[in-house]
């Protein structure tokens, strides 16, 4: 799903943190992945996350770096069986 909100493309640590709390909420279990154009800002705010959230969830192993997503970023969830 591509998704967007105002101030996501400066993809700085405030945008991080947005995203982040969408992770570490109740849903945040059924994403497994989130593609996004890291910045300096972004990297940085990544690399100072905590390993893992209360959720379970290792944000390092959930954002990737993806060129094609600087003006938008792309939730992938996880599947299930019914």
Request: charged share 20%.
């Amino acid at each position: 799903m591509d998704c967007w909100f105002p101030g996501y493309n400066v993809r700085d640590a405030k945008a991080f943190k947005k995203i982040l709390d969408l992770l570490a909420s109740p849903d945040g279990k059924n994403i497994s992945m989130i593609f996004v154009m890291f910045t300096p800002g972004f990297s940085a705010a990544l690399a100072a996350a905590p390993e893992t959230l209360p959720n379970g969830i290792h944000p390092r192993r959930v954002f990737k770096n993806d060129s094609k997503h600087g003006g938008h970023f792309h939730i992938r969830f996880a599947t299930r069986n019914p």
